[in-house]
């Protein structure tokens, strides 16, 4: 049975308890959740070895990492190098965006060694194999799509990015010329270029429910991409947009009524004081659907060090509401992300994630950082490192200067806190 079948029947299942008992929380609250569409748990029974984990209100917000060779780089040791530093520095999921090399292999070779659950965008796959097959990814067929989208439900993949949304009614919203950046995304793009040259309607939104039959079958939760994300902060909110969202929340409905786990991705680049309406909008226009965001990037001009935009646009969003951050790392805009790439980018994206966290009230948030504060206050370098986000760094930076006391090298004999003992005439105590 599917996820959302044990729960419609009031079964909790192993994957349920297994995500409630993270949490901290009543595998009863899991198993609702589902029920309601409000928290998803992707897990395809054929991906052996699989960790799950859950996403969705209420629940820790969680961390994608993008790993993926391109047609300029990459293999499947460069990918398994890349899955094992996102797995080290704690990203819950990670997806293969492939566009070069043996896609299917590399895949098979990442589901081989992932815990984490796997995303893919099937389109990526059909269209390159199109090129080989036919010459161009507008001669991609039907069959084409579905036949690559039912390979990797077999292969194990946990959860699929699937532009449905991107319509030919969308479509006329892009043709006034309005946007700075036309459209960002690769698989929007794919399917976009296919429609306009077929003059046909988007196969992933006339055969839904084709979609839908495969994605039950294999307990697929699909992701439902944003191929219309604004790719600059001028494009921000717009009309295309926005009526691609609107076709979102009618294609969530169809999902759970037929049965299938569905969160809805969000906008790429937005300002600052967009990024709570834009995830109120979707909370609503969804009913409550798992969001999933790629940063948001609050500025255009920060080459580099994207992972930075993308963490202050993401500590936003899940403050908000939002449940999903898809890491930026800081080769953003510029190159293929390197294993050091996957590892900032991450790193960005957990303090992003438990800094709304703690905003948002989630159990255990609050916690950990008042350890840290009192192994601060105890000059308790050891526990600090254990405590970190990163222990590694934590250590390293902690060591770059020796210190001649009990306190780090930047205050070394005028410490606040070693001041404040002596003044109060306190002792040095655990707390």
């Known amino acids: 049975m599917t996820q959302i079948e044990f729960a419609r029947k ?127 990814i507008v001669d991609m067929t039907t069959e084409d799509i579905f036949a690559t989208i039912e390979e990797q439900a077999k292969d194990g993949v946990d959860f699929m990015t699937v532009h449905c949304g991107v319509t030919l009614a969308a479509i006329e919203r892009l043709k006034k010329g309005e946007r700075v950046t036309d459209v960002v995304s690769r698989g929007g793009a794919f399917l976009i270029g296919w429609m306009l040259h077929n003059e046909r309607e988007n196969p992933l939104y006339e055969y839904y429910d084709r979609l839908l039959e495969i994605a039950k079958r294999f307990d697929i939760t699909l992701s439902l991409g944003d191929g219309l994300r604004p790719g600059s902060l001028a494009d921000a909110t717009d009309r295309a947009q926005v009526e691609e969202l609107l076709t979102l929340g009618e294609l969530v409905e169809r999902a759970r009524e037929a049965g299938v786990q569905v969160m809805v991705e969000g906008p790429g680049h937005l300002p600052l004081n967009q990024i709570v309406a834009n995830v109120e909008l979707e909370k609503s226009i969804c009913k409550g659907a798992p969001f999933y965001v790629l940063g948001p ?97 934590a250590r390293s930076v902690h060591s770059k200067h020796e210190a001649s006391g009990a306190a780090c090298s930047m205050c070394g004999d005028f410490c606040a806190m070693m001041l404040i003992e002596k003044y109060l005439g306190k002792t040095a105590t655990k707390c």
């Open 10 to 136: 009031g079964t909790i299942s192993p994957q349920m308890s297994t995500v409630a008992e993270r949490e901290g929380m009543e595998p009863e609250l899991i198993r609702r959740g589902i029920d309601e569409g409000r928290i998803v748990i992707p897990t395809n029974p054929s991906h052996k070895g699989l960790d799950p984990c859950g996403i969705g209100e209420g629940l820790r917000t969680k961390v994608n990492a993008n790993i993926g060779t391109s047609s300029d780089y990459g293999d499947v040791d460069s990918e398994l190098e890349k899955l094992k530093v996102a797995v080290d520095a704690g990203a819950d999921t990670v997806m293969d965006l492939s566009t070069g090399g043996d896609i299917a292999l590399i895949r098979r070779g990442i589901l081989s060694k992932s815990p984490l659950p796997l995303g893919t965008v099937p389109i990526y796959q059909a269209g390159i194999e199109a090129i080989a097959r036919r010459g161009a």
């Open 297 to 393: 990037l609050v500025t255009d001009v920060a080459a580099g060090y994207d992972h930075i935009t993308g963490a202050i646009g993401g500590a936003i969003a899940a403050a908000a509401g939002a449940d999903f951050l898809c890491y930026v790392t800081p080769s953003e805009h510029l190159s293929i992300p390197d294993s050091d790439d996957v590892r900032e980018g991450v790193i960005a994206s957990r303090i992003a994630a438990h800094s709304a966290d703690i905003a948002k009230g989630v159990k255990g948030a609050w916690d950990w950082d008042l350890q840290m504060s009192r192994a601060r206050r105890n000059l308790d370098w050891e526990k600090q490192t254990r405590l970190s986000l990163n222990p590694e760094m």
